[in-house]
């Protein structure tokens, strides 16, 4: 069954630590992105990655790190650095080349208490 | 401005009746376009593509206006099961990362 995976569902943390999500995906995808979602508002970019060992920031990457070691894998940290980190959190992935499509994974609902 | 926009609703309509969404961008130059669904709480997932000739899926159809900048998605005899956030989507082209500009969604609720 070929897809992507997010885990956990939701995610309860306190104040003051970080927090590291999980996405894997098994489609063979260059591409990796994750967005956070607030209620009422689009998805916004943190990071992507376009190629193994390699990543960007997008347009609201403060207080979060991501590392990409293998292709299936791009996990990403919520830091304490994060000065409003309850959202919801999609990965993204892309096969690259000739296609813009974004296929996401089910999402990682985090709440900082 | 925001570089992609929509009207958020919520769209109230009856089962059966045609409902249109449209949604404007903001760079001239983009050259990808796309309508996703999102359900509530769940991730969002790709309705259909746009092209510039326009194309059609079942009861969906997706129509793009390059001189006004602007998408749009028709819904005809909309479903109970339509119910959902539907979200304009643009790949404004402004570099090769792939990066995809997201509105924030027009909420439809189709009634019986």
């Known amino acids: 069954d070929g897809g992507i995976t997010q885990s956990p569902k939701y995610l309860f943390r306190k104040e003051g630590q970080n927090v590291t999500l999980s996405c894997e995906q098994n489609?063979?995808?260059?591409?990796m992105y994750w967005y956070r979602q607030d209620p009422g508002q689009g998805l916004r970019l943190i990071y992507y990655?376009?190629?193994?060992?390699?990543?960007q920031k997008g347009d609201i990457a403060e207080g979060y790190s991501v590392s990409r070691e293998k292709k299936e894998s791009f996990p990403l940290t919520v830091t304490s650095a994060q000065k409003n980190p309850t959202a919801f959190y999609l990965c993204?992935?892309?096969?690259?080349?000739?296609?813009?499509?974004?296929?996401f994974g089910p999402g990682t609902r985090l709440t900082v208490l | 401005r925001k570089e992609v926009e929509q009207d958020p609703g919520p769209f109230n309509v009856p089962e059966g009746a045609t409902v249109a969404f449209n949604c404007t961008y903001s760079n001239s130059a983009s050259q990808s376009f796309f309508w996703y669904r999102q359900d509530c709480r769940k991730e969002p997932k790709l309705l259909m593509s746009v092209y510039s000739s326009g194309n059609e899926d079942g009861r969906f159809t997706a129509q793009l206006n390059r001189a006004s900048q602007y998408i749009s998605l028709l819904i005809r005899d909309s479903k109970l099961s339509d119910s959902a956030t539907y979200l304009c989507v643009v790949n404004p082209r402004s570099s090769n990362t792939g990066k995809l500009i997201f509105g924030q969604g027009t909420t439809l609720q189709v009634k019986p």
């Open positions: 993204a992935s892309n096969p690259g080349h000739s296609t813009d499509t974004q296929y």
């Open positions: 990655s376009q190629i193994v060992n390699d990543f």
């Open positions: 489609l063979n995808h260059d591409a």
